[in-house]
């Protein structure tokens, strides 16, 4: 069992380019999350789904972009790369929430820098 | 929007001693969850409280929602060099989403 996986791990971009992070959990879980960590600060959320063909904006949703097609996978897209985009990325996932809410399980994350 | 805010930023103890981190929310929470994350690591959940008042122990760990479910502590004893690491609580008022607090960076001296 595998949780949720990453890739890549890490990456250097030129300012302008393009890339997808790859995120797939093999939990069967309905709810994925996208965070971004800068250093000494906490998480970030970006963008999150509720379940395939359903995603919403979080508190930091400029620049990137999600799809969530199938359960499994939720890819984060940055189109136009800036060096503000430089950060640790990181996805979750949880199972469907009831009153008390689930935890959340984290991927290994993607530490990306733009120059 | 919602605010976690989370203190110390920074413990730094002698191995041994004991500390406290402290979370406060600036508006109710319906749950609050700790997590761990070691130094390149990522966050692992600890614990979920759900109830105000709620106490609950994980060995030398113990962690306090507070009666108006607006404030949360976790309290290390006898601290050890495992204990590296930062901890973060994260509350939820709305469906879905968490809001972390931005964390405490724990050293240990040995």
């Known amino acids: 069992n595998a949780g949720v996986t990453q890739t890549p791990k890490f990456r250097i971009l030129k300012i302008g380019q393009s890339m997808t992070l790859q995120c797939t959990q093999d939990?069967?879980?309905?709810?994925m999350y996208w965070y971004r960590q800068d250093p000494g600060m906490g998480l970030k959320l970006i963008y999150y789904?509720?379940?395939?063909?359903?995603?919403d904006k979080g508190e930091v949703p400029n620049g990137y972009n999600v799809s969530r097609s199938t359960t499994e996978d939720f890819p984060l897209r940055l189109e136009l790369a800036a060096p503000s985009q430089t950060s640790v990325y990181f996805c979750?996932?949880?199972?469907?929430?009831?009153?008390?809410?689930?935890?959340?399980?984290f991927g290994d994350g993607t530490r990306l820098s733009i120059l | 929007g919602q605010q976690v805010m989370q203190i110390p930023q920074y413990q730094h103890v002698q191995e041994g001693e004991d500390f406290t981190t402290y979370c406060n929310s600036s508006?109710?929470?319906?749950?609050i969850q700790w997590y761990k994350q070691r130094p390149g690591g990522h966050p692992v959940f600890l614990i979920q409280?759900?109830?105000?008042?709620e106490v609950k122990k994980q060995k030398r760990l113990t962690f306090q929602f507070g009666e108006a479910k607006k404030n949360s502590s976790l309290h290390i004893t006898a601290t050890q060099t495992t204990d590296v690491g930062t901890y973060f609580c994260?509350?939820?008022?709305?469906?879905?989403?968490?809001?972390f607090g931005a964390g405490t960076t724990v050293t240990v001296r040995a």
């Open positions: 979750a996932s949880s199972y469907l929430r009831d009153r008390g809410g689930q935890p959340q399980h």
């Open positions: 939990m069967n879980h309905n709810y």
């Open positions: 789904s509720v379940g395939a063909g359903i995603t």
């Open positions: 508006t109710t929470l319906s749950n």
């Open positions: 409280l759900v109830k105000s008042g």
């Open positions: 994260a509350g939820t008022t709305n469906d879905y989403k968490l809001s």
